[in-house]
């Protein structure tokens, strides 16, 4: 008998599949949390979070962790703590596999500044692995469902910042695009 390697869930950039190699990737759902921009000091720019929401559900993925390895996975995500979120996600698997989440604590959580922005290349990534799984249904989802959209947008799209950017279509980006111009974001370029 084969051990269940333990899944990760994944709200942000992980819900890309081109940003990593992990098998047997699931939508799921995370129950009593939301997503948050934050900025901490381990980090340059702000990027995303969760954080206890009752009553909120989001959209994600998971994906097994082959051999419970966290290293290379701990290392990606090294500015948060990893939390068993177990009984706390949806699935479509059998049973009840362990399943881990990635959190900032919320003392290291500072608000995004022009400092410290969101890089569009990474807002670029979350929205497009959102489309490919969730479809423009789950990219308003992810918008109205995500806050701290008062931290500036730093437009790197040129010369992308982000160290897993992907190439967006032109319906991508304007995607992209059109959910900032409704939240009236702050672009700086």
């Given at each position: 008998?084969?051990?269940?390697?333990?899944?990760?869930?994944?709200?942000?950039?992980?819900?890309?599949?081109?940003?990593?190699?992990?098998?047997?990737?699931?939508?799921?759902?995370?129950?009593?949390?939301r997503r948050?921009?934050?900025?901490?000091?381990?980090?340059?720019?702000a990027f995303?979070?969760?954080?206890?929401?009752?009553?909120?559900?989001?959209?994600?993925?998971?994906?097994?962790?082959?051999?419970?390895?966290?290293?290379?996975?701990?290392?990606?995500?090294?500015?948060?703590?990893?939390?068993?979120?177990?009984?706390?996600?949806?699935?479509?698997?059998?049973?009840?596999?362990?399943?881990?989440?990635?959190?900032?604590?919320?003392?290291?959580?500072?608000?995004?500044?022009?400092?410290?922005?969101?890089?569009?290349?990474?807002?670029?990534?979350?929205?497009?692995?959102?489309?490919?799984?969730?479809?423009?249904?789950?990219?308003?989802?992810?918008?109205?469902?995500?806050?701290?959209?008062?931290?500036?947008?730093?437009?790197?799209?040129?010369?992308?910042?982000?160290?897993?950017?992907?190439?967006?279509t032109a319906?991508?980006?304007?995607?992209?695009?059109?959910?900032?111009?409704?939240?009236?974001?702050?672009?700086?370029?």
């Amino acid at each position: 008998m084969t051990l269940r390697p333990p899944y990760f869930f994944g709200y942000g950039s992980l819900v890309n599949t081109a940003t990593h190699d992990y098998q047997d990737p699931q939508p799921a759902r995370l129950d009593g949390w939301r997503r948050k921009w934050c900025h901490t000091a381990l980090r340059d720019v702000a990027f995303l979070t969760v954080e206890p929401a009752p009553k909120v559900q989001i959209d994600g993925l998971i994906a097994a962790v082959p051999n419970a390895d966290w290293q290379a996975l701990d290392r990606r995500e090294f500015a948060y703590d990893r939390l068993a979120a177990d009984h706390q996600i949806q699935h479509p698997l059998p049973g009840n596999p362990e399943i881990s989440l990635y959190a900032v604590p919320l003392e290291a959580q500072n608000q995004g500044s022009a400092r410290h922005p969101i890089l569009l290349s990474y807002l670029d990534v979350v929205v497009q692995g959102h489309l490919q799984v969730f479809g423009e249904t789950g990219v308003e989802d992810f918008f109205a469902s995500t806050r701290g959209w008062d931290a500036p947008i730093l437009n790197d799209r040129q010369e992308p910042r982000y160290p897993r950017h992907q190439l967006l279509t032109a319906v991508e980006r304007q995607l992209v695009d059109h959910h900032l111009n409704q939240l009236k974001a702050q672009i700086l370029t």
